[in-house]
C-alpha cells in the first residue's frame, strides 16, 4: 500500500509556542490530503482538507488562523499550530488521497503535548 | 455521508473469528462500504470495502446483506495484533465533495489471549 509519513511523531512544546507537523506521501503525488484530530478515547474528527496549490477548506468550528495549513507541493502538506495551547494537546492525524478511485491513506500520526 | 451505527465495544477470544457489525439503512445505491481499524496510537489503516458482493482480502472478509442495508467485517481469526478501534464507513467516490471520511465512534475489540 501507499507511504504516508509524518514528522515529527511526538512533540511537547509550551504554551503561547507554535507548533509545525508535516504530512508526506512518499511514494505518490496527491493533490489532496486532509487533516484529523483525535483526542483521548475518541474518533478521529476532520479538521480541514488540504488542497495542492490552494486555499485549504475548514470544518466548521476550526479556526484557520490557528491551524495553518500550507500544501505547496505534491508530497507535502503542513499543518501549524500557532500559539499553541494545553486544550490543543491532541494526536494529529494526515491522509493522502491516491489514484483516480481515490483510496485514502493515514499517516502514523504526531501526538502533541503542549504544557 | 450516510450514517452508520456500531457496537460500541466487542470481545473475541484468540485464534477464534469474530463478527463486527455494521448498520447503514440509509446507504444510498452508490455509497460503498468501507472498513478501517485503528491500533492504538496508530493512524487508521485501510482494511476492505465492498459495494453490492461480498469481498475477501488477506485482512478479511466483508459480508454486505442483500438489502445493503448492513454488513459484518469477519476475521476469521483473530490474533492479539487486531485488538482495534473497526470503524465502518460509507462513501460514494464517484461525489468530489464527499471525498474526505467521516468517522463514527467505531466498535472497540479487545482479543483475549
Known amino acids: 500500500g501507499a507511504v504516508v509519513s509524518q514528522h515529527p511523531s511526538w512533540v511537547i512544546c509550551k504554551s503561547g509556542t507554535s507548533v509545525k507537523i508535516e504530512c508526506r506521501s512518499l511514494?505518490?503525488?496527491?493533490?489532496?490530503m486532509f487533516w484529523y484530530r483525535q483526542f483521548p478515547k475518541q474518533s478521529l474528527m476532520l479538521m480541514a482538507t488540504?488542497?495542492?496549490?490552494?486555499?485549504?477548506?475548514?470544518e466548521q468550528g476550526v479556526e484557520k488562523d490557528k491551524f495553518l495549513i500550507n500544501h505547496a507541493s505534491l508530497t507535502l502538506s503542513t499543518l501549524t499550530v500557532t500559539s499553541a495551547h494545553p486544550e490543543d494537546s491532541s494526536f494529529y492525524i494526515c491522509?493522502?488521497?491516491?489514484?483516480?478511485?481515490?483510496?485514502?491513506?493515514f499517516g502514523p500520526g504526531t501526538r502533541l503535548t503542549v504544557l | 455521508d450516510a450514517k452508520t451505527t456500531q457496537p460500541n465495544s466487542m470481545e473475541s477470544n484468540e485464534e477464534e473469528p469474530v463478527h463486527l457489525p455494521c448498520n447503514h439503512s440509509?446507504?444510498?445505491?452508490?455509497?460503498?462500504i468501507h472498513w478501517y481499524r485503528q491500533l492504538p496510537s496508530q493512524g487508521p489503516e485501510y482494511v476492505i470495502h465492498?459495494?453490492?458482493s461480498n469481498v475477501n482480502n488477506r485482512m478479511a472478509s466483508l459480508a454486505i446483506a442483500e438489502d445493503r442495508k448492513s454488513s459484518t467485517l469477519i476475521l476469521h481469526r483473530a490474533t492479539l495484533r487486531d485488538a482495534a478501534v473497526y470503524y465502518c464507513?460509507?462513501?460514494?467516490?464517484?461525489?468530489?465533495?464527499?471525498?474526505?471520511?467521516?468517522f463514527g465512534q467505531g466498535t472497540r475489540l479487545t482479543i483475549n489471549p
Open positions: 440509509t446507504i444510498s445505491g452508490t455509497d460503498y
Open positions: 465492498g459495494l453490492t
Open positions: 488540504s488542497n495542492e496549490g490552494s486555499k485549504a477548506t475548514y
Open positions: 511514494d505518490f503525488q496527491a493533490t489532496t
Open positions: 464507513i460509507l462513501r460514494d467516490p464517484r461525489n468530489q465533495g464527499a471525498q474526505k471520511l467521516v
Open positions: 491522509s493522502a488521497l491516491r489514484g483516480s478511485y481515490n483510496e485514502q491513506f
